[in-house]
């Protein structure tokens, strides 16, 4: 395992669409485990593959429930409304309000490919549709109706 460097927003990768995952392959699997060593380190919540360079639809997520690796993933279906203060990994020192769905099915594939649902709520929810966001390039700092000021590094960077 190893940590991989996390690409800041003028990066170029962090706004273009990324590539479907073809190949559940030992690579695949060694970039997921990649993946969740950068996120530990970096004691963030979620992290996209295009973050540390991968033009991929992967992410994985993690809000203290456990760790979830979404591979191609689709929002199936979304409710409910939340607006709390976001932030980014490759965004740092910047916060703001974000509104996003409240709960939302998302389906995606496991390492071997296999397809699977999950439903989240709550930030499991908001980490995931910012996820989703980077592999389509949009950072959350468009969806921002209000920055604020944060003195220290907080639990919710994505
Ligand atoms: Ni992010």
Redesign the pocket.
Do not use: I, K, M
């Given at each position: 395992m190893a940590v991989r460097k996390i690409v800041t927003k003028e990066s170029s990768i962090l706004h273009v669409v990324c590539r479907p995952v073809e190949h559940f392959d030992a690579k695949l699997h060694q970039l997921l485990d990649d993946m969740a060593e950068t996120l530990y380190k970096a004691n963030?919540v979620?992290?996209?593959a295009p973050?540390i360079g991968i033009r991929r639809r992967i992410a994985v997520i993690d809000v203290g429930e456990g760790l979830i690796e979404l591979i191609n993933p689709v929002i199936l279906k979304s409710s409910g409304k939340q607006r709390d203060v976001e932030?980014?990994?490759?965004?740092p020192d910047e916060w703001g309000y974000v509104v996003r769905p409240n709960k939302c099915t998302v389906r995606a594939q496991n390492r071997d490919g296999e397809f699977y649902e999950i439903s989240l709520e709550g930030l499991g929810c908001r980490c995931a549709c910012?996820?989703i966001?980077?592999l389509d390039g949009k950072?959350?700092l468009e969806l921002v109706d209000e920055f604020v000021e944060m003195k220290e590094e907080e639990d919710t960077?994505?």
């Open positions: 963030g979620g992290l996209a973050q932030g980014c990994l490759s965004c910012h996820e966001d980077h950072l959350f960077q994505n």
